[in-house]
């Protein structure tokens, strides 16, 4: 890998955030049903208008917006825990996210902030809840030890699946209806959003991302242990703390909007790695537009290969596409190099 | 850090350029009179339609409208869960009708922003059919079809009610409709309504539809009749064995000592359209044979 200079940073990040701004263009014609690119400068019918206006344009959007905080959290997270399994949702955050969604929608409560919608609130609440309550219980002598935080993170879901599950079984049926799409992770939710909310999502995402690199050179360090990187000088536990923090915000973002989407978070930072090296300077920008592009192109055939093919009229939950492009993918990585080829410096 | 900036700039062109485009398209538009092309979400809307006379009209329906036999034909929209907004858009309907949801408040909404209007009927009360007939039939110029169907429907129910009125017993019955996961109706609901109006009493005294109630509940309860409504595609003679066999461990109970376990179609005994008559004088006769002997 050749080393990281200006102009192969600025070549990487703009030839990626060319490929998304053109992909995003060309996803919004692409649905239920196809609508010619040609027609969107020859002038569309009313419908055509209101399918890529109203259902088309909010997904394009929160997709790539979803996406990119997902691989960024995911390549943060893979860089200060020093494990390659690690995806945005290892510390619970999803848990607690689902639990937050389930118990609004179970409580009936009515709580709109900014326009975002009860689920989305709660999700959001419980997201940065579980992250709270995995820093407390891995805390040993007051500094957070990463096993630790691993460990708590696992057991932590897994008492998060058992409330949902009793808040399920105790829901009546027809309330489940209500947050069924979002528990299987989708981008349909993004209809619901307005301009405003995808707006401040936005915001909170790019700002999220820039801080986040910001803190890269750390990350670096950390990479090659917490001792060496406390002897080079960085402020391991605050600068741990703070990466926890933003990526918490970011993945609740994230899941409260579309809820848990699986394998972008962690396939994504993996390929970014293969390609443009292990320096978070450029690891994080290149997970930000890959996890954009990645989620977009999911969702694109997610949403649109089951009624073109005429099948049916559903769409498939986009976990099935990310998973079913992610997975093989994954398992091909694992098998072609060692772990420390795709890990190691 | 000069570079960052600049990318950071060109991703928010791209983000303010595509908000700014995603203005509402227009107002809250006001129902046409009358449609003729008409999106139904529920398969009783759907029957109460074509018994108003408008099948030609409905364009298309859900997964679940499988009566009459002409609705299966139409343009599928949505299922149980989901409902395929942009589907209905392509289709350019001049009315979608809904029954009344929580769930679906938010979509209702876009509909109407692209100029659909919907219109929605809680269909949970008999009362609450009764509306939806007159509404849809001023709506669609055919008010005096509704009226006299609905008259007709509340002779049909009233006929039902009054006949096992007369009835020496009132026996205890506990209504499921769900199966093998038992989910039984409980107080409060229309079902709850029709089995008192069948000369029966709930046996059940929760309200609302209990999930996964648990058998030995069932035991407790010591109900004179066991009810099982199935959909009306699963409905078989197999299904239906299969079914009785399954409570051949509850022998204590009553209405399984007796045999009185009945297998009915839930199209016609659970969905509140036009057909609920149909349904409920068949359980009326299956529970109470003798006012119906010398027929």
């Known amino acids: 890998m050749k080393a990281l200079n200006s102009r192969r940073w600025i070549i990487t990040v703009a030839v990626m955030a060319i ?19 040609a027609n969107f400068f020859r002038g569309m019918t009313h419908a055509e208008t209101v399918v890529l206006v109203q259902y088309h344009l909010p997904r394009v959007l929160v997709a790539a917006l979803v996406g990119a905080a997902l691989a960024v959290c995911g390549a943060v997270f ?26 609004a929608v179970a409580a009936g409560a009515e709580v709109v902030v900014f326009g975002f919608s009860t689920v989305t609130v709660f999700a959001f609440i419980g997201s940065l809840g579980a992250l709270a309550l995995v820093v407390a219980f891995s805390k040993i002598r007051g500094t957070v030890a990463t096993h630790n935080l691993i460990l708590a993170g696992v057991v932590l879901n897994a008492i998060f699946s058992a409330a949902i599950l009793f808040m399920m079984s105790i829901m009546p049926f027809v309330e489940m209806r209500s947050i069924y799409q979002w528990l299987m992770g989708s981008l349909y939710n993004a209809i619901a959003l307005e301009p405003p909310q995808i707006g401040v999502a936005a915001v909170i995402v790019f700002v999220g991302a820039l801080l986040l690199l910001a803190m890269a050179k750390s990350m670096n360090l950390f990479a090659l242990g917490e001792e060496t990187a406390r002897q080079m000088g960085v402020r391991a536990e605050r600068t741990r703390l703070a990466c926890l923090i933003l990526t918490a915000i970011l993945t609740g973002v994230a899941v409260s909007i579309t809820g848990p989407i ?38 694109s055939v997610a949403r649109s290969v089951l009624p073109l093919t005429g099948l049916s009229l559903s769409e498939l939950p986009v976990g099935v596409a990310t998973a079913l492009c992610g997975g093989p993918f994954f398992l091909w990585l694992l098998r072609a190099r060692s772990r420390r080829a795709i890990f190691g410096k | 850090m000069r570079y960052l900036s600049r990318v950071v700039q060109f991703c928010l062109c791209i983000g303010l350029a595509a908000l700014a485009c995603c203005g509402p398209a227009s107002g809250n538009p006001a129902l046409p009179a009358p449609p003729k092309k008409i999106v139904s979400l529920s398969p009783a809307v759907t029957e109460i339609l074509y018994e108003l006379g408008l099948g030609d009209r409905v364009i298309a329906d859900t997964a679940f409208c499988n009566y009459p036999a002409d609705a299966m034909n139409k343009e599928k929209v949505g299922d149980f869960f989901t409902v395929n907004e942009e589907k209905i858009i392509w289709l350019e309907p001049d009315l979608v009708i809904d029954t009344t949801s929580m769930a679906h408040k938010a979509m209702w909404r876009r509909l109407n922003r692209a100029g659909i209007p919907v219109v ?55 209504f499921f409709v ?13 079902i709850d309504r029709l089995i008192t109006d069948a000369g029966c009493e709930n046996a059940v005294t929760q309200a609302g539809w209990q999930q996964n109630f648990p ?14 409504a199935v959909d009306g595609s699963m409905l078989t003679a197999r299904y239906a064995k299969e079914i009785r066999d399954s409570w051949a461990d509850a022998a204590n109970v009553p209405a399984v000592a007796e045999g009185r376990i009945f297998i009915v179609n839930g199209d016609t005994t659970t969905r509140p359209g036009p057909r609920i008559v149909i349904g409920w004088s068949e359980i009326a006769r299956l529970v109470h044979p003798e006012l119906y002997e010398q027929e």
Do not use: W
């Not at chain 2, 769900?178 to 229309?190: C, I, Q, S």
């Open chain 1, 19 to 37: 490929a998304l701004a053109v992909l995003m263009f060309f996803a919004q014609f692409v649905g239920a049903k196809y609508v010619s690119p």
């Open chain 1, 78 to 103: 893979q860089g200060i825990l020093r494990n390659p399994l690690a995806d945005p949702f290892i510390l619970g955050i999803s848990g607690g996210g689902t639990v937050g969604a389930v118990f």
């Open chain 1, 262 to 299: 699986g394998f972008v978070g962690l396939i994504v930072p993996h390929i970014m790695r293969l390609l443009v090296g292990p320096d978070h300077r450029i690891l994080l920008p290149a997970s930000f537009f890959g996890g954009a592009i990645f989620l977009l192109v999911a969702d």
């Open chain 2, 120 to 174: 929605d009927f809680d269909v949970n009360t008999m009362e609450g059919v009764y509306g939806a007939y007159v509404e849809i039939g001023k709506a669609a110029g055919v008010e005096e079809k509704a009226r006299e169907l609905v008259d007709s429907l509340k002779g049909q129910l009233a006929a039902i009610r009054d006949r096992c009125a007369s009835a020496a017993t009132r026996p205890r019955v506990m």
């Open chain 2, 178 to 190: 769900e199966y093998p996961n038992l989910t039984v109706v409980g107080k409060g609901t229309f």
């Open chain 2, 215 to 228: 058998k030995e509940l069932v035991a407790e309860m010591k109900p004179d009749i066991i009810i099982h």
